[in-house]
Antibody, heavy 122, light 107 residues
Framework: QVQLVQSGAEVKKPGASVKVSCKAS????????ISWVRQAPGQGLEWMGW????????NYAQKLQGRVTMTTDTSTSTAYMELRSLRSDDTAVYYC???????????????WGQGTLVTVSS | EIVLTQSPATLSLSPGERATLSCRAS??????LAWYQQKPGQAPRLLIY???NRATGIPARFSGSGSGTDFTLTISSLEPEDFAVYYC?????????FGQGTKLEIK
């Protein structure tokens, strides 16, 4: 079955970086993209950005520009999200979700990874 | 940016009752709207896409309707496992936006 499995929980200090992985299985990885969505404790869903596993194109949320980098490794069907200069308000559960292979495709997020809790605390 | 407003924020109902959740867009999104269900400690799950199409494996008691700016998610007869938070998402204007969610709780 189509599945996304994410890396485990992380605890980081303010100013550090975190890199979360998302391993895909059950489908042709390069035929789709991956979006990353985060959810602060008790809050709603915030889209962070998207990467095409087809051609590596990316698009990031404006508020995260300069701090986030999304990459893929097609040899292992794995997507990565790195967030730098962490602050306390970056504490959240980070999700990957399968998305369209190109920008502007009106695909839906299905399925989602199980989520990775990133805690930023001194 | 298209803003999605979900109502009510919290809906208290009993198993067996009918649930009606609303999502209103600040401008037309045509039929480019989806609904997701999120249970505590779990990732969101796609329920409805393109406003009215059930995703794979979603029970028939879930239905979506609407187009333009007003959308509804209906659960015809609530099962205990349906109590969760529901989010709408639009993709008319890429990359899309989410509503703030409706919490469906047991009365």
């Amino acid at each position: 079955q189509v599945q996304l499995v994410q890396s485990g929980a992380e605890v980081k200090k303010p100013g550090a970086s975190v890199k979360v992985s998302c391993k895909a299985s059950g489908y042709t990885f390069t035929s789709y993209g991956i979006s990353w969505v985060r959810q602060a404790p008790g809050q709603g869903l915030e889209w962070m950005g998207w990467i095409s596993a087809y051609n590596g194109n990316t698009n990031y949320a404006q508020k995260l520009q300069g701090r986030v980098t999304m990459t893929t490794d097609t040899s292992t069907s794995t997507a990565y999200m790195e967030l730098r200069s962490l602050r306390s308000d970056d504490t959240a559960v980070y999700y990957c979700a399968r998305d369209g292979s190109e920008r502007f495709l009106k695909d839906w997020f299905d399925p989602w990874g199980q989520g990775t809790l990133v805690t930023v605390s001194s | 940016e298209i803003v999605l407003t979900q109502s009510p924020a919290t809906l208290s109902l009993s198993p067996g009752e009918r649930a009606t959740l609303s999502c209103r867009a600040s401008q037309s999104v045509s039929s480019y709207l989806a609904w997701y269900q999120q249970k505590p400690g779990q990732a969101p799950r796609l329920l409805i896409y393109d406003a009215s199409n059930r995703a794979t494996g979603i029970p028939a008691r879930f239905s979506g309707s609407g187009s333009g700016t007003d959308f509804t998610l209906t659960i015809s007869s609530l099962e205990p496992e349906d109590f969760a938070v529901y989010y709408c998402q639009q993709r008319s204007n890429w990359p899309g936006t989410f509503g703030q969610g409706t919490k469906l709780e047991i009365k």
